[in-house]
């Protein structure tokens, strides 16, 4: 499933590019090649559902029927929201290259709507496993189960706001400790459910001065030089942390841009933020004041867009032409328009 979750990358690519020729060239035939291999490991289990098996849900154990610790079963929600992901973006792909008809895409269209859902468990946590199975680590530091949240795309605000809920209590439920890569992690999971508070957190939770004399006395936290620490040195808690504070800050689809959605407006009142990318081919400027958005600006170079941006509750539909600047005001209304003299000045 390791190269399944690459392949989610490519699709991200395209949709932060826009590249029509990576996606035709690049990453159509990439994930054909999986789309193939998933079809083919993918079996008919109970209920007519179709399912992995074996199957894990990484570094974590459940309490088996025979009251032993396990960590291989079948269908964990990762697997499947792994799944979900690459069968959407084929078929989203497919869609824009005209490849509709294609034999592999009418299956995977099939087989979409045959994946083992995600559930929730008695608790009212998102279920790591097929079964509701007992948990002997409630404070583990991965959330695999989470991963149609962040990174994911089948758990949001808008459309699943059960599963929302049940992310929310998943998140809950297994702590702010962990080290750097899972702290990020956490951050981001929070700014998708638009948690400021929470996501605000998890940022303080990882600036915690490591001392490298004694960093076994240490989780996660940070070195002098601001590299995250696992123990010891590990770089993918850097990068998360660019992305989840990017996620409290702006999050899109192709069609939409959400402004804001996780500011912690008492903690981060005034700021700025420039050269955001987003879905869609569009950069993005934010300016906030006193916790409220002051001013936005959106440009893109190649591609007219049609852009919804929503600011707490109100949704406004821009439209987009390459080589202009659009400035919006607090009210989403348009307030300037200029001509964009270069790729380099912004």
Known sequence: M?????CTHLWEHYTYTMDKDFLKNKAYPLLEGCTLFL??????????????????SPEHMFIGPDGKPASVSYSSTMDMSIIKEVFSAIISAAEILGKNEDEIVQK???????????????????MEWAVDFEDPEIHHRHVSHLFGLFPGHTITVEKTPDLCKAADYTLYKRGEEGPGWSTTWKTALWARL????HAYRMVKHLFDLVDPDHE???????????????????????????AAIAEMLVQSTVKD???????????????????????????????????????????SNEHNSIKRLHYRGSIVNANLSPGRVYT??????CIKTNTLPSATSY
């Open 257 to 299: 841009l959400y402004l804001l959605p996780a500011l912690p407006r008492d903690k981060w009142a005034n700021g700025c933020v420039k050269g955001l990318k987003a879905r869609g081919g569009v950069t993005v400027n934010v300016c906030w004041k006193e916790g409220d958005l002051h001013e936005v600006g959106l440009w």
């Open 328 to 333: 919006f005001n607090r009210q989403l209304r």
């Open 194 to 197: 638009h948690n400021s508070e």
């Open 108 to 126: 995977a269209r099939k087989a979409q709507t045959r994946l083992l859902p995600t559930k929730i468990a008695r608790d009212g946590s998102i």
């Open 2 to 6: 390791g190269g399944a979750w690459l």
């Open 39 to 56: 079809l083919d490991w993918l079996i008919e289990g109970r209920g007519g559902y179709l399912e992995t098996n074996p199957s894990t």
């Open 216 to 242: 076994s006395n240490y989780e996660g936290g940070l070195y002098g030089n601001l590299f995250t620490s696992h123990p010891p040195f590990q770089i993918d808690a850097n990068f998360g942390f660019s």
